[in-house]
């Protein structure tokens, strides 16, 4: 493949609600006592407010149909990641490094 053969592709702008999440991701990061534990970001992915377009999100018919699969959190520094399998407040976050 040449680099003439590369297209731009277009890329959807975010929703609204991306910006509803964003900012109310900021305003509990603002809050927040420092250092920011992982447990602090964690507690945050599974924040309801703004619902039906809060951080955590569940279907919920004819309401909502956007719905939180998963979430990580990652410190690159320690090379830690911590996942969750599912909606961020009901499930647990399992640990995983890098060795």
Avoid: W
Avoid at 36 to 58: E, K, M, Q, S
């Amino acid at each position: 493949m040449k680099s003439t053969d590369l297209k731009p592709r277009e890329t959807p702008l975010p929703s609204a609600h991306t910006y509803v999440r964003d900012g109310r991701m900021f305003q509990l990061l603002s809050k927040s006592q420092r250092p920011v534990t992982a447990d602090t970001i964690t507690a945050i992915l599974a924040d309801h407010a703004n619902y039906p377009v809060g951080i955590c999100n569940h279907v919920e018919p004819g309401v909502s149909t956007a719905e939180s699969r998963a979430a990580v959190v990652m410190n690159a520094a320690s090379g830690v990641m911590l996942c969750s399998d599912g909606p961020p407040c009901s499930n647990a976050f399992r640990r995983f490094t890098l060795d």
